[in-house]
């Protein structure tokens, strides 16, 4: 198996930089054992204008088989692949990914102790593999290529035999990248894409694999087209493992969108203004965040904390002294701990924050007596019929002093000219509601329940359609106990058990 990177320079940025980017010195030849053969780094040519770094993998098809490493699709025994003689040794595979991760381990991860500032360079790029296993053919090898922002993605099939061109070709395919990429991003590429193309692995599909296909594809695999595709692949078509991964990948897509579509909406209503003006995800916190000044809030409700954005600004004010984070997806609390590097935080900052899995659909004990609760950009994405359960659980159950829910204004629709008519700003919103909707729904869950509502603005108010995002802040009543009855139920009635709707 063999590929070569290639790139070129100036005497004031030498192509020779590329040793240091893989760690490797272009004036040796290296050798480094893996677990099924030998891969050796050398550079055919090292100059100021021009340098190519070579990995050749030579594969032991006998360590192969006798390690009972020879396995296919979901780590189930593959014929092709637990015989002595077959096209591993000779085509680029997951064999090859793995040496790639293996030799250039501090290439991948962006690391460079000597020259720190080189690994976040663009620079020219010239990746070749001479024989590339493509089930798929050379539209696939385009489908996974084009949109990572090569200039050239050329892919020529290998005959099946030269001498009998009748044959047709073979399932091979010769490939040359050519681009200005980080270097760590063309590796990262290849270490996915290259079992994706030959839709196979040599060893068992673990659950660590699709923490190894998250941490590859950062920065790129979320918003690639094919990246369904790309999952099931790479683990090989194991469904469970691919739900996973997508999945977790979706929370990615937001969380780099800053919690939702509708964030490259807002941001892409004018360009020149998008320039000038302040995110409306950043708007959005900073008016939760006053609302919560003013109720003099100190211990915080965040309920569908998602990625944990608001927690995190949250516990930048220490007048906050504790802030619950509660999401039903436990893949979400998760990122939100590694946003908030729980691990590394100190124990008087980690003692002021918990993150706990629940659902606003249930009634929960643990969610009673805190100073205020926050829904940002919740209540849409539950189907209507679910709401009052919300409602409940917060206003009945938990009843903070204040409540604060925040939810798009369907109004303001109309101003992003990318929106098409009639469509809702994220798949996955169940409704959007107009001003007098959402006022009037406020109206009566404060009546229910004895609050008061009043009504904030969040972003530029538009005189015709209003602000893009409508904020209802909720204050109890000073006195509720005999305000109605349904106020005296509420305070007495019991938490449904698991599972029962509220």
């Known amino acids: 198996m063999f590929l070569t990177i290639s790139t070129t320079g100036t005497p004031e940025r030498p192509a020779t930089d590329l040793g240091f980017l893989l760690h490797k010195h272009p004036g040796r030849t290296q050798a480094f054992s893996t677990s099924h053969g030998t891969a050796h780094v050398f550079y055919p040519e090292a100059t100021a204008e021009r340098c190519t770094a070579a990995l050749l ?14 396995k296919g699709r979901g780590g189930a025994p593959d014929a092709a692949l637990a015989q002595y003689v077959n096209d591993r040794p000779y085509a680029a595979s997951s ?31 010239r990746v070749e593999i001479p024989v590339l296993p493509a089930r798929g053919g050379a539209a696939l090898v385009h489908r ?9 993605v050329d892919v020529e099939p290998v005959p099946l035999d030269e001498q009998f061109p009748e044959w047709g070709d073979s399932r091979y395919v010769r490939l040359v990248l050519e681009g200005e990429l980080r270097l760590a991003d063309a590796l990262r590429q290849l270490y996915v894409l290259l079992p994706v193309l030959d839709d196979a692995k040599h060893y068992w599909i673990a659950p660590d694999e699709v923490d190894k296909l998250l941490r590859a ?18 683990l090989a078509r194991h469904k469970r493992l691919t739900q996973d991964a997508l999945e977790r990948l979706e929370l990615v897509r937001l969380a780099e969108a800053d919690g939702s579509e509708v964030e490259e909406i807002d941001n892409a209503v004018d360009d020149e203004a998008a320039e000038r ?4 995800a950043v708007q959005r916190r900073e008016a939760i965040l006053a609302a919560l000044r003013g109720a003099g809030a100190a211990r915080v409700l965040d309920l569908g904390c998602g990625q944990g954005q608001l927690v995190q600004a949250l516990l930048k004010e220490v007048s906050f002294t504790e802030i619950v984070g509660m999401d039903v997806s436990v893949r979400a609390l998760n990122m939100a701990a ?16 918990t993150l706990l899995q629940g659902s606003l659909a249930y009634t929960d004990k643990r969610l009673a007596g805190y100073d205020a609760a926050v829904l940002s950009e919740v209540i849409e994405h539950l189907d209507l019929e679910r709401l009052p359960a919300l409602e409940y659980a917060v206003f009945g159950s938990a009843r903070p002093r204040t409540v604060l829910v925040t939810t798009p204004n369907v109004e303001y629709n109309v101003r992003w000219e990318t929106l098409p008519a009639g469509q809702v700003r994220h798949g996955d919103h169940r409704f959007e ?20 509502v009043e009504f904030v603005a969040v972003g530029d108010d538009d005189p015709e359609v209003g602000p893009p995002t409508q904020m209802a802040v909720f204050t109890q009543a000073d006195t509720d106990t005999d305000s109605d009855s349904t106020t005296t139920d509420i305070t007495t009635t019991e938490t449904p058990k698991e599972g029962e709707a509220a």
Not at 59 to 70: E, H, S, W
Not at 105 to 117: F, H, I, M, N
Not at 146 to 152: A, E, K, M
Not at 433 to 452: K, L, Q
């Open 338 to 353: 590694k946003r908030l590097r729980l691990e590394r935080m100190g124990e008087r900052q980690s003692s002021r924050v």
């Open 57 to 70: 993998l030579e594969v032991d098809p006998v360590a192969l088989v006798r390690r009972g490493q020879g």
């Open 95 to 125: 064999l090859l990914a793995v040496a790639l991760s293996g030799v250039f381990r501090s290439a991948l991860k962006g690391q460079c102790t000597a020259r720190p500032e080189l690994p976040e360079e663009r620079r020219p790029l």
């Open 217 to 234: 594809g950062d920065g790129w695999l979320a918003s690639h087209p094919e990246h369904g595709l790309i999952s099931s692949r790479y």
């Open 433 to 452: 509601w107009t001003r007098a909707e959402f006022r009037a729904w406020a109206d009566g869950v404060a009546s229910r329940y004895g609050y008061g």
């Open 277 to 280: 003006s302040v995110p409306l």
């Open 144 to 152: 996974l290529f084009d949109p990572l922002g090569w200039d050239l």
